[in-house]
């Protein structure tokens, strides 16, 4: 059983300070690594892509990935009330499977 | 383009009653994805479609058919529906290619008493 984990939180994070979002993947062969933010009683929709090792940014986003430990992150920076939502990290298990497995989220309150 | 479109928003059935939950994209991708999410939890895959007339299962099949007559609809059926199957049901596309992302309709709310 291909497993995504997440720490389901509540995450509370003061406005403008990092709030930091993990995720563990057991299938060591996975290739891609998709973080999907969704707010309440809306569908999830895509932050940031990552497939290589190492970070990747993207305004206030930053995605990290280490394939060794089997680990992938988001960093979200000088936090807004707006980022408080759940995040949903996904897993492609290879580049020809077009399936993801997602993680059971972790919700995140930005406290103003 | 509308992206994708589910129908309908809201259902209440009764256990035993049947239906279909609609899902249409306009965007011409091979992938499309049923996926259900309960209460605090993560979405788990139901079946899926890479191209007209191919389908196969995902994690959670069993209370479910689909098919694909098209590249723009993907129906999923519930045939005797049980109170486990109370869920959020989100429809997905994509198109070809590992890196292209998945566009989530705005899902069907499900409720069987």
């Known amino acids: 059983q291909k497993e995504v984990e997440q720490n389901s939180g509540p995450l509370s994070v003061p406005e403008g300070a990092i709030a930091s979002l993990n995720c563990t993947y057991s299938?060591?062969?996975?290739?891609?690594f998709f973080w999907y933010r969704q707010y309440s009683g809306k569908s999830p929709e895509l932050i940031m892509f990552?497939?290589?090792?190492g970070d990747k940014e993207d305004g206030r986003f930053t995605a990290q990935l280490n394939k060794a430990s089997q680990y992938v992150s988001l960093l979200i920076r000088d936090s807004q009330p707006s980022d408080s939502a759940t995040y949903l990290c996904a897993v492609q298990s290879n580049f020809g499977n077009e399936k993801l497995t997602f993680g059971t989220g972790t919700r995140l309150t930005i406290i103003p | 383009n509308a992206g994708v479109t589910q129908t309908p928003k809201f259902r209440i059935l009764k256990i035993g009653q049947s239906m279909t939950l609609q899902c249409t994209q306009d965007m011409n991708h091979n992938y499309m994805y049923w996926y259900r999410q309960d209460p605090g939890m993560g979405l788990k895959l139901i079946y899926y479609?890479?191209?007209?007339?191919?389908?196969d299962k995902g994690e959670v099949p069993n209370g479910y058919n689909v098919s694909r007559s098209t590249t723009e609809d993907f129906p999923l059926r519930l045939e005797l529906a049980a109170p486990s199957q109370t869920s959020v049901y989100f429809c997905a596309s994509k198109g070809r290619g590992g890196f292209y992302e998945q566009y989530f309709g705005p899902g069907t709310r499900l409720t069987v008493t």
């Open positions: 479609s890479v191209g007209a007339g191919i389908t």
């Open positions: 299938d060591r062969g996975s290739q891609s």
């Open positions: 990552i497939y290589s090792n």
